[in-house]
C-alpha cells in the first residue's frame, strides 16, 4: 500500500520569509513518481512538478525547489522569498511507475500555507 | 487550450436524492480520473477511464456510485442514493497518451448532502 503523510496541516508566514513544506511517504514499489500540486483559492490543482524515484537530483525553478531524499523517503518543498500568490493548499502525492501505463495518484492530506503582509 | 471542467460547481441535495456530476476533460486526453476529498482528508482516487473503458475502479466506495464515459470524450458521475458521508469536492483530472503521467485537474464539484 501506499500512504503519503505531510504532517503540517498550516503553515503561516510573513512576505518574503522562506518556507518548507514537509513531505513523508511510503510505498513497496521500486519505482515510483512523486509530485507536488497547489491548489489556490479558485479550487482546482494545480501540477507544479513531477519527480522519478530513479532520479535523486534536487530540483530548482525560480523561487521553488525540491529536495529529494529517498533514504529518508522524504519529498520536500520549498519556496524562496515567499509572496502572497503563494498562499494555497499545497498536496504531495505518489504513483507507481507502471511502464506506459497511468495509474493512479496518492495524496497527503494537504499543507495550508498562508502569505502575510 | 481549455482546461478540465466540471459541472456544477456546486451541488446541494437531500440524503436520498440522486446527482450526477459531469467532467469534460482536456481535448486529446485519453486518460480520465475521477477523485474525491472529503473535508480535511486527503484527496482519494474513485477511478480510472482509458478512453471509454474502466482501467481501474478499485476506489469506488460502494454501488451507489456509477461512472461513465461513453465515447471517450466527457464522463459522469452519478451517486444514487445519495448519504450524507458522500459530500466533498469531486475532482476530475486527465491527462495526455503521451504524457500519462502528468494529470490536469479540474476546479472540482463542492457536493454537499444534507
Known amino acids: 500500500a501506499q500512504k503519503v503523510t505531510q504532517a503540517q496541516t498550516e503553515i503561516s508566514v510573513v512576505e518574503k520569509e522562506d518556507v518548507t513544506l514537509d513531505c513523508v511517504y511510503e510505498?513497496?514499489?521500486?519505482?515510483?513518481?512523486l509530485f507536488w500540486y497547489k491548489q489556490p483559492p479558485s479550487g482546482e490543482l494545480v501540477f507544479l512538478i513531477r519527480?522519478?524515484?530513479?532520479?535523486?537530483q534536487n530540483e530548482i525553478s525560480g523561487r521553488y525547489s525540491w529536495n529529494f531524499q529517498k533514504s529518508t523517503s522524504s519529498f520536500n518543498f520549498t519556496i524562496t522569498a515567499s509572496q502572497v500568490v503563494d498562499s494555497a493548499v499545497y498536496f504531495c502525492?505518489?504513483?507507481?511507475?507502471?511502464?506506459?501505463?497511468?495509474?493512479?495518484?496518492?495524496f497527503g492530506t494537504g499543507t495550508r500555507l498562508q502569505v502575510t503582509l | 487550450e481549455a482546461g478540465v471542467t466540471q459541472f456544477p460547481s456546486h451541488s446541494v441535495i437531500e440524503k436520498g436524492q440522486t446527482v450526477t456530476l459531469r467532467c469534460d476533460p482536456i481535448?486529446?486526453?485519453?486518460?480520465l480520473y475521477w477523485y474525491r476529498r472529503v473535508m480535511g482528508k486527503e484527496i482519494k482516487f474513485l477511478l480510472h477511464?482509458?478512453?471509454?473503458?474502466?482501467?481501474?475502479e478499485s476506489g469506488m466506495p460502494n454501488n451507489r456510485f456509477l461512472a461513465e464515459r461513453t465515447g471517450g470524450t466527457y464522463s459522469t458521475l452519478k451517486v444514487q442514493p445519495a448519504e450524507l458521508e458522500d459530500s466533498g469536492v469531486y475532482f476530475c483530472?486527465?491527462?495526455?497518451?503521451?504524457?500519462?503521467?502528468?494529470?490536469?485537474f479540474g476546479p472540482g464539484t463542492r457536493l454537499t448532502v444534507t
Open positions: 483530472a486527465s491527462s495526455h497518451p503521451g504524457l500519462i503521467y502528468e494529470q490536469y
Open positions: 510505498t513497496r514499489d521500486t519505482t515510483y513518481y
Open positions: 519527480r522519478n524515484s530513479f532520479d535523486e
Open positions: 502525492a505518489l504513483s507507481p511507475f507502471l511502464t506506459g501505463t497511468a495509474s493512479k495518484l496518492t
Open positions: 481535448s486529446g486526453h485519453d486518460n
Open positions: 477511464f482509458v478512453k471509454e473503458s474502466k482501467q481501474d
